[in-house]
């Protein structure tokens, strides 16, 4: 009876389905981009194998995965005008659950000794993506509002500003520095230490905003997505090049980041084609929203099992089993962060609610 009660409260909430694909599957590329950075930057591949292309493509397709994720919350969030400081505690407590479950399992593989330093240090560390998540999730009322009051002319023209002033912008930057071999960090638009490969609350914000303005004129009927999916196929030949020219060449600053005018493009491309359908399949739409709800989970502890596995055996082996080695162990890792995921929920989880619930909401005028 429970069940079939959870699982109408799931058809009756008005959610975009497509969207939670989206989110399954930027998730599953950070996976994915993990994989290919365990294997490092120039690394040497086996002679006779295709390796380094296919980790090219795999990088042209999954590495909107973070933008991917914050453009899907500006879309989602974009009506909301409440500060609700109870989501943030409760993304801090989940981050610190997840690092302490973290550390116990490093005690018992061995991988770590047990110390008072050690438990408080991972007690206190904290993904920079939680952190800059919880700061542009505050301050999503004010944008909304900002966004809501001005006209579609000008938000098109503030979205373009922005487009240019944080991601154009620090290209140019970049590409500068590396052909004249001059550092330019200081001009950059993101930060005093350079691009920062786009680890950066104003590419988080910058992305909120693209969203949230999708959002806000998705109401024109009639826009082709034909565009858009070449749009998107731009993107994902132009990343490959660039991950295969970064590779060989080692360039610093790296040419990729989240910054990059291809990753973000590619983000806005993916969001306006998967809100052009819908899916209406009941028992899949139940199977897409529970694996949406542990994306944070897999963020946060997909590295670990990464780490078990001999990702550089594969790198080294044939193409073919490579591949599905990646495939296979990045679907097997997801499934695992979201059993984790659902353990948290009902334990951990029902216990930061029942401390959080009475923390009010404030609504923003």
């Known amino acids: 009876m429970a069940l079939k009660e959870g699982l109408l409260k799931y058809m009756s909430e008005n959610r975009f389905t497509s969207l939670d ?45 973070t933008d991917t994720f914050m453009i899907v919350s500006g879309y989602l969030l974009a009506q909301r005008k409440k500060i609700c400081v109870a989501k943030a505690i409760e993304l801090l407590f989940l981050n610190l659950i997840i690092r302490l479950l973290i550390y116990f399992f490093d005690l018992i593989t061995n991988k770590a000794s047990f110390s008072v330093n050690g438990l408080i240090r991972n007690a206190c560390g904290i993904s920079y993506f939680i952190i800059l998540y919880i700061v542009v999730y505050l301050l999503s009322p004010y944008i909304n509002i900002m966004l809501n009051r001005i006209s579609c002319k000008s938000r098109r023209i503030l979205v373009s500003l922005c487009v240019f002033l944080f991601s154009i912008y620090p290209m140019i930057m970049t590409v500068s520095q590396i052909l004249t071999g001059i550092n330019l960090s200081e001009w950059s638009s993101l930060g005093k230490f350079g691009n920062q490969d786009g680890y950066s609350i104003t590419v988080f914000i910058l992305m909120y905003i693209i969203g949230a303005a999708v959002r806000l004129d998705s109401k024109k009927k009639g826009e082709s997505v034909i565009r858009y999916i070449v749009g998107l196929i731009i993107c994902v030949i132009a990343n490959s090049f660039i991950f295969l020219i970064q590779n060989r060449y080692q360039f610093a600053p790296s040419l990729s980041g989240y910054y990059n005018p291809f990753t973000v493009m590619g983000s806005l491309c993916l969001l306006k084609i998967f809100t052009s359908f819908k899916i209406n399949i009941r028992w899949l739409k139940i199977v897409l929203q529970w694996f949406s709800e542990g994306t944070l989970v897999v963020l946060l502890a997909s590295g ?24 296979i162990s990045s679907c097997l890792i997801y499934v695992f962060c979201i059993i984790i995921w659902f353990i948290y929920k009902n334990t951990f989880g029902r216990f930061i609610n029942f401390v959080i619930k009475k923390i009010p909401s404030v609504t923003v005028s």
């Open 21 to 65: 694909l989206l989110k399954i599957l930027s998730m599953l590329g950070v996976i994915i981009l993990h994989y290919v950075g365990f294997i490092g930057h120039g690394a040497k591949f086996a002679e006779g194998t295709n390796n380094i292309y296919v980790c090219s493509v795999l990088v042209g397709l999954f590495t909107y995965a």
């Open 304 to 327: 670990t099992f990464l780490e078990m596995l001999d990702v550089e055996k594969y790198a080294q082996g044939r193409s073919v089993m490579f591949f599905l080695h990646i495939l």
